[in-house]
Structures are given as C-alpha cells and as structure tokens.
C-alpha cells in the first residue's frame, strides 16, 4: 500500500512570500490532518479534515494559513504571507475510519519551509 | 492549561538494556495515549495505542503502561539495539466529539553499541 505523498520536500523562500505544500493520503483515509513541527518540539496541529469537511481549524492562523481538501481526497496547505516563526516542518497525516478504530495515523515525510 | 511533558534532555543507553521514557500530562483525560517513533528528517511512525481502561500493552520488545492517577505513560525497549536512537513522541487523545492526537515534544533515544 502506498503512504502518504508529499510535496514538495523541501523549500526556501523570502518572508511575505506565498508557499503551498501537497498532500495525497492514503486512498480509502477519510481523516486528514496537518501538523506543524518546528525544529525540537513535537508536531502541533493545524487542521483536521473529515473527507472534504473541516473537523477542526482552532489552530490555523487564518490571517495568513489556509488549507482546502476538495473531493474529499488530496489537500493542499497554503501560507500567504509567510513569516520567519513559519519556519518548519509541516506534516501530513491521515487516518483510516472504516471498521473500529485503530487511532494509527500514517505520516508523511513532511515539507520543510525556511523563510529568510 | 494543559501539558504534555516529555524529558527534554536526551536519554543515553548501552545496547541490550531497558529504555524507559516518559510521559506526563497536566489537565488532560485522555481517552487514549499512543506512542511514536520520528528519524532524522522523517515523519512520526506508529508504534503502540492503549486505552485509558488499559494499563499495560506490550508488541514485541516494547511495553507501553497507563496511569490515570498518576497521570504518566512508560514507554520500555527491551534489549535496545543501536537501530533503536530516534525521538518517541506521545500524543493523547481526548474523547468528546473527534479524536485528536496532541503530541509532547518527545524524548531522543541513543543507544550505544
């Protein structure tokens, strides 16, 4: 079974810049996360989606953070304009519903953003 | 507020001992606790899930425990090997609604050869 995809791995940008990264779940996970992990600290969520629903977005800085999840597939995650603090990994992490839960999440590689 | 802690400072070990991490949390009920591995550069994979009605799981030379009084996980590698070293993440979940794993900071792990 294929994991989770992510794109791209890595990017380097200037602060107010704009960046989008890409996520592809595992196919059948209808529960769809991205955290942020910045450098020594656990990852930190950012939104949950359920199929193409947002569960929960308490934590995403909507001033400048957005993330969409049409078709109830891939999502994307924007940051529009970025900030040094914006500095980090952004993780994606998808769970399967289906018959009882197991509460495993699959992890993506992750993108790395550097804002300079 | 609310905290997961996790020890900070790296936990140093010879190969074939017993690794004990910790976690503690402060103003949480979890429903249920789950335990991850993290490389260099790589994302958190699954290790073990136990309920909060659970106090022991094991899967092969791991051992996770439960404390609800005293609000603390264990997480033990038996016999540690070198291949071993990574960060271990505990993430809790809360019932009520959606579950959704909230992750301490992890502890790193190097075992010596």
Known sequence: EAGVAQSPRYKIIEKRQSVAFWCNPISGHATLYWYQQILGQGPKLLIQFQNNGVVDDSQLPKDRFSAERLKGVDSTLKIQPAKLEDSAVYLCATESTSGSRTGELFFGEGSRLTVL | ?113
Do not use: M
């Open chain 2, 1 to 113: 507020s609310q905290k997961i802690e996790q020890n900070s400072e790296a936990l140093n070990i010879q190969e074939g001992k017993t690794a004990t991490l910790t976690c503690n949390y402060t103003n949480y009920s979890p429903a249920y606790l789950q335990w991850y591995r993290q490389d260099p550069g790589r994302g958190p994979v699954f290790l073990l899930l136990i309920r909060e009605n659970e106090k022991e799981k094991r899967k092969e030379r791991l051992k996770v425990t439960f404390d609800t009084t005293l609000k603390q996980s264990l997480f033990h590698i038996t016999a540690s090997q070198p291949a071993d070293s990574a960060t271990y993440l505990c993430a809790l979940e809360t019932s009520g609604g959606s579950y959704i794993p909230t992750f301490g900071r992890g502890t790193s792990l190097i075992v010596h050869p």
